[in-house]
Each structure stands twice: as C-alpha cells, then as structure tokens.
C-alpha cells in the first residue's frame, strides 16, 4: 500500500503537518488583527502597518537568529529593536541599541550560514 511506503509516509506526514499549521494560522490572524487594531488606535502603531506585516516581521528577525546562531546568538536583539522603533507611530529620538553590530570581519560567516528555501 502507497501510504507503507517511507515515500507515503513522508507525504502523509508533510500534508498532515500542513494542515495544523494552516490552523494555527488561522487561529493566530484573528488575534494579530486585534493587537494591530488595538495598537493603532492607542496611536502607538503605525497608521501603514498591517497585520499581514507581522509574519514577515518575525521571518525577518527569525533569518537573523538562523544565520547568526554560530558567530552572534544574540544579534536578533538588535533588529527586532530597530524594528520595533520603526514601527512607532511617532518615533522620538532613536534610543541606543543594546546589542553591538556585528564586526566586519564575522559579516561574511554569518551570510554564507544563509540557505535560501528551496523552490
């Protein structure tokens, strides 16, 4: 039978795992919407910002913790920091960021650690 096999079961396991993913997305959106709207109208967020910006927000920073695990665990604080100052709506004076950049010479480590996703 098909779905024995190390292929079927494989396949069963990928379109299985979909499915709660597709679930818990669905079950996460209606919440990020709240927490957009509710941060808007206290006028903390951004008019421009959107609940479809969050997820994209959180791969950005969750590309950092990836490629950065080896050479600086601790850069991903720096870019959520930037990102979160930039999504005030009325932004003050930038305040310092916590964690250093990285140096020059760890740059090239941390981007050959990128692996693009497949297609």
Known sequence: MHSRSP??????????AAGRIARIR?????????LV???????????DITPTDMPLLQLMVGTVID?????EPELWRRYLEIILQGLRAQP????????????????????????????
């Open 92 to 119: 003050e004076r930038p305040t310092p960021l916590q964690q250093s950049p990285l140096e020059i010479d760890q740059l090239p480590g941390v981007l050959r650690a990128y692996r693009p996703p497949r297609r």
């Open 26 to 34: 669905a079950r996460i959106l209606p919440l990020a919407v709240r």
């Open 67 to 71: 490629v950065a695990r080896d050479d």
């Open 37 to 47: 709207q509710r941060a808007r109208q206290s006028g903390q967020l951004r008019a």
């Open 7 to 16: 292929r079927g079961r494989l396949w069963t396991f990928a379109i299985t």
